[in-house]
Antibody, heavy 122, light 106 residues
């Protein structure tokens, strides 16, 4: 059974940093691309970042480019999102999603975690 | 940047057919994917690459894509189909989601 478990969310002040993690199990992690997708309270889905199976291709939404960094450790079956210079508008539930393919250039999330909540407030 | 337009809400009578549209410039040339999200739950992929159903998704869910409109069709709508539905494409090195449609089953 595919499982994706996010962690690392919490309350953080504007301008500070936070690192999210996603622990994957139930599939061959290094065969697939992975994504972070967020959802602000009461709002729709917003793609944040994606990474190919071997970290060779990485992409970011314009809203986080230069502030967020995605990475993965295939030996640990884990996905990460380093978030710096956080803003109030980054407040959201952050989902980790497995891609249907090895490259991230489709964004098809066939499995999703339950999310970790990030709240940016002073 | 590429934009996807969905109706805010769609209503359907129990047992009837619901159609949720997703509009975009020449969207027919792109692969469209659809997600279902129930309150308090993570999104679930229901259609990928326009018309393909992942395993476990009922045949009642189908998709089409042509011209400037992609459509998710839910036949014989059930109370359990009430949810938000999002379309999604890949464009210019970015994943783009539609704004979402709330489906109400009457």
């Amino acid at each position: 059974e595919v499982q994706l478990v996010e962690s690392g969310g919490g309350l953080v002040q504007p301008g500070r940093s936070l690192r999210l993690s996603c622990a994957a199990s139930g599939f061959t992690f290094d065969d697939y691309a992975m994504h972070w997708v967020r959802q602000a309270p009461g709002k729709g889905l917003e793609w944040v970042s994606g990474i190919s199976w071997n970290s060779g291709s990485i992409g970011y939404a314009d809203s986080v480019k230069g502030r967020f960094t995605i990475s993965r450790d295939n030996a640990k079956n884990s996905l990460y999102l380093q978030m710096n210079s956080l803003r109030a508008e980054d407040t959201a539930l952050y989902y980790c999603a497995k891609d249907l393919y090895s490259g991230y250039d489709s964004g098809v999330g066939d499995y999703w975690g339950q999310g970790t909540l990030v709240t940016v407030s002073s | 940047s590429y934009e996807l337009t969905q109706p805010l809400s769609v209503s359907v009578a129990l047992g009837q057919t619901a159609r949720i549209t997703c509009g975009g410039n020449n969207i027919g040339s792109k692969n469209v994917h659809w997600y279902q999200q129930k309150p308090g739950q993570a999104p679930v992929l229901v259609i990928y690459r326009d018309s393909n159903r992942p395993s476990g998704i009922p045949e009642r869910f189908s998709g089409s894509n042509s011209g400037n409109t992609a459509t998710l069709t839910i036949s014989r709508a059930q109370a359990g189909d009430e949810a938000d539905y999002y379309c999604q494409v890949w464009d210019s090195s970015s994943v783009v989601f539609g704004g979402g449609t709330k489906l109400t089953v009457l």
